[in-house]
C-alpha cells in the first residue's frame, strides 16, 4: 500500500532500515514478498541515492537463493560483503 500510493517518496526514512533488513531475510529464503522491499527501496532512492543500489542487491540476493546458490543464505558472507564495500568507499 505504501508503495502504490508512493508514500515512500515522502517518508523521512523511517522504514528504510528495516525495509532493507526484511528484504535481506527475504531475498536469503527466496520469498517472492521481496519483491515489496524492493519496490519500497526503489520509491526511497528518490531521496536516498544508497537505496537503489540496495534495491538491486536484494534482487541480486533473490536470485541467487531461487537458483539454489548456498552463499544467498550465509549470513556472514553478505554481512562481510557489505561491510568491505562500506570500508572502501570510506
Do not use: W
Request: net charge positive.
Amino acid at each position: 500500500m505504501l508503495t502504490k500510493n508512493g508514500y515512500l517518496r515522502l517518508d523521512p526514512a523511517v522504514m528504510h532500515v528495516s525495509c532493507n533488513y526484511a528484504g535481506i531475510l527475504l531475498a536469503r529464503f527466496g520469498r517472492p514478498e521481496v519483491q515489496n522491499c524492493i519496490e519500497g527501496l526503489e520509491q526511497y532512492s528518490y531521496s536516498y541515492e544508497e537505496a537503489a543500489e540496495q534495491a538491486q542487491e536484494l534482487r541480486r540476493l533473490f536470485a541467487l537463493a531461487r537458483a539454489g546458490t548456498s552463499t544467498a543464505l550465509d549470513p556472514r558472507k553478505h554481512l562481510h560483503d557489505r561491510c568491505s564495500r562500506r570500508d572502501n568507499l570510506g
